[in-house]
């Protein structure tokens, strides 16, 4: 069954970071800046693993309150419950913060340059081709609650 019962996100959020970062490793291999690829001392691996870490775990948890709702993470399917406790309450966006963590984590025990400078376009397709969309449909979905939700919580930090 088809429905447009969903977010009509331009691209999944997984799959942008993901893309990104090998991007960023295929632009590091052909065009090098800065000492190269996986060239991190030991300071610059704990503080980019310590990041990834912070930023797993903060999406683990905020998926997990997905599931406690009883709701669909996917942007492609219905959300049926408006999830605003855990880390809802602070951010509207703890997930994508989370991706973000990781991502920033990577870019640093890579020591890639390019990682770091595609974080920009990344930055620019969550909040245009990902969070507003998610938004549009949220505020359709789940009305008056949501621009109540919006209200009272920032959509990062």
Known sequence: MITDDHADVAIRPPVLIAGA?????????????????????GTALAVGLSLAAIGIGLAAFSVRAFARAGTSVVPGQPSTALVTWGPYAIT?????????????????????????????????????GVVEREEAYLERQFGEAYRKYRARVPRWL
Do not use: D, E, H, K
């Open 92 to 128: 509207r966006n703890p997930i994508y913060i989370g991706f973000v963590l990781v991502y920033f984590g990577f870019a640093i025990v890579l020591t890639s340059v390019w990682v770091l400078l595609l974080l920009i376009p990344v930055l620019l397709i969550f909040q245009r």
């Open 21 to 41: 970062l090998l991007l960023g490793c295929l632009l590091t291999s052909m065009f090098p800046i800065g000492p190269g690829l996986a060239a991190a001392n």
